[in-house]
């Protein structure tokens, strides 16, 4: 079809349009309200879209939460994709380290919402949303590799892998209620699940 048709071969489809507004607006009262006060009307009325359109796209909040936690994720997922794809030759121990690093510091300017966001997700259990799903994978890729290379004792990867979640979970709770710096944090996980894993030299 020719040019003067004014065709459009690059528009973007009217339910990924929805589905932005609707992630903008709810983003937006997630952050002024919490997640826990906010319905589906208020998200419809922010997002300037009909209930029925919302409904197409999403069922419910949780549906919403996991969205935008995984669209507001993907900057720390491609940054730690580059970092391991550059840094192929550093040692597993050191690899596991800066992962947790970069996932701290993408939850600390994010605490007042992406938490909270994140454990709404009620579809989900504990720690298995998406942005944890794709931490732990990345978490046992790396401590598989330690173990094959001898650099840290046979461990039970799996349990500890959950233990490491476990403890990053509560990131919100250990900087907000506790009063802990991110050094303090960072050290004591570095303690606790990496250094004491290392193979003592006899």
């Known amino acids: 079809m020719s040019e003067k048709h004014g065709t459009n071969f690059n528009r973007t489809p009217r339910t990924e349009i929805t589905k932005r507004k609707v992630l903008r607006a709810a983003k937006e009262l997630f952050i002024q309200k919490g997640v826990t006060t906010v319905n589906m009307h208020q998200i ?13 796209q999403y069922r419910n909040i949780s549906d919403i939460c996991a969205d935008l936690v995984q669209e507001e994720c993907q900057a720390l997922v491609d940054e730690t994709k580059n970092y391991l794809n550059t840094n192929k030759n550093d040692s597993p121990s050191e690899k596991l380290y800066q992962v947790i690093i970069k996932f701290v510091a993408y939850l600390e300017p994010r605490l007042d919402w992406v ?49 490491i979640l476990g403890t990053l ?33 006899i």
């Open 44 to 56: 419809a009325q922010t997002a300037k879209v009909g209930q029925a359109s919302l409904y197409r």
């Open 115 to 163: 938490c909270e966001v994140t454990r709404a997700s009620t579809n989900y259990r504990p720690i298995q949303s998406p942005l944890y799903e794709w931490m732990r994978k990345i978490c046992t890729q790396i401590l598989l590799e330690a173990v094959k290379k001898g650099e840290i004792e046979k461990i039970d990867v799996p349990f500890t892998v959950e233990a």
């Open 169 to 201: 979970n509560n990131v919100d709770e250990q900087l907000i209620h506790q009063g802990y710096s991110v050094e303090r944090i960072l050290l004591g996980i570095k303690r606790l699940y990496i250094d004491s894993l290392l193979k003592k030299s």
